[in-house]
């Protein structure tokens, strides 16, 4: 079982900024990719950002919508995974979560509880 515990979220006004952590249970190198979803009110959620493993490249990957604000990044030392997140906008609003595919078979997604973030206009 994998446990993925995310901390950071709060209330930012409009072009703020926050920095997401996500603490695994396991090394997270044993984790690829690793990433951010987030869900609105009466949304589904949905992707953020991702990023592989060193093995696998290190390669990220951003919804349009937080391209050039948002960055994922891993420090395997710390099994954390952040996402810092810059020019907020209350669209931004939302739960974040964290996910963590299993890089052994079987291929198994883990969520994290959640944390929210406010962006007040």
């Known amino acids: 079982q994998v446990q993925l515990v995310e901390s950071g979220g709060g209330l930012v006004q409009a072009g703020g900024s926050l920095r997401l952590s996500c603490a695994a249970s396991?090394?997270?190198?044993?984790?690829?990719?690793v990433g951010w979803y987030r869900q609105a009110p009466g949304k589904q959620r949905e992707l953020v950002a991702t990023?592989?493993?060193?093995?696998?490249?290190?390669?990220?990957n951003y919804a349009d919508s937080v391209k050039g604000r948002f960055t994922i990044s891993r420090d395997n030392a710390k099994n954390t995974v952040y996402l810092q997140m810059n020019s907020l906008k209350p669209e931004d609003t939302a739960v974040y979560y964290c996910?963590?595919?299993?890089?052994?078979?079987?291929?198994?997604?883990?969520w994290g509880q959640g944390t929210q973030v406010t962006v007040s206009s």
């Open positions: 996910s963590g595919d299993t890089a052994w078979t079987p291929r198994l997604r883990y």
């Open positions: 396991i090394s997270i190198v044993r984790l690829n990719p």
């Open positions: 990023i592989t493993s060193i093995t696998s490249g290190g390669s990220t």
